[in-house]
Each structure stands twice: as C-alpha cells, then as structure tokens.
C-alpha cells in the first residue's frame, strides 16, 4: 500500500500536469488561425495549386518587373525567389512598403493560365524598419544638433 501522502502528492502532481497541459492545448488551438505559412513561387505547382481555393506566395519583387495599369489600380509584377518568378496581378491600393526588390506576402489563388491573382498584398520589412514619421523626426533631430 502507499503512503497516503504520497499518494496526495502524486494525485496533485498528476492534476498539475493535466492542467498545463489542456491550457497548453487551449493556447495552440487559438492561435492555430495567426499562423501565417506561405509557399514560395519554386514550390508552387500550378496544376496541383489549382484545386486550392486561396493560398499565400511570398517572395522578392523581381526589379524591372513592375506594371501599372494605365487607368485603375491593376498592377503586375512577378515575384520571386531567385530560382523561379511567378507573374501577380492584383487589383486595389498596394502597402506603403511595396518597391521592386522588397519582400511580399500576397494571398489569392492561380488563374488558367498559370498567373497567381492576388486579392491581399502585404509588404514585409526587416527589424530595422521604422515608419517614415519617425524617419522624418529623426532626420529633423539631427539636423538641430
């Protein structure tokens, strides 16, 4: 027979462990929907990619390979990851971040003939980003020194 303390401890430690645990369960089942992966234009295969509804591509845009549309906000371009481009289209007003050479993520699905349509074009930046606000403060600041 065991202790009953012991045996006290081992059920506390058993009800601890089950606690974290399910919380630990709870924090990774919401968080399950901010996890953002994206393919890269190597691995997109566009037979397969055409059954999906939505997916995201993130990449390079490639220098030289930006196209505005002449009356709208259409814009192309092809993205890249130095070993396969991939032409975008995409329709609505583009990040602030966006430039030739600038990492994106877009969201949207392959058409028939293999060009990925955007519907969300979200610009990514290094660590060392700081709004051009404070760029511009910074700048003033220094100026006066």
Known sequence: MMNPVRKRRLITLGMMLFGVSVAAGLVLYALRSNINLYF???QVDPVAMQT???????GMVEKGSVIHDKEGLGVHFKLT??????????NGILPALF???QGL???GHLNASGD????????????????PSIQKFEKIKSLKE
């Open 40 to 42: 890269t234009p190597s």
């Open 99 to 101: 430039r030739e050479g």
């Open 52 to 58: 999906l509804p939505q997916f995201r591509m993130g």
């Open 105 to 107: 993520v877009v969201q």
């Open 81 to 90: 990851d130095y070993t396969k481009s991939l032409q975008i289209h995409y």
């Open 116 to 131: 990925f349509v955007a519907n969300q074009v979200l610009a990514k930046h290094d660590e060392n980003y700081r709004p």
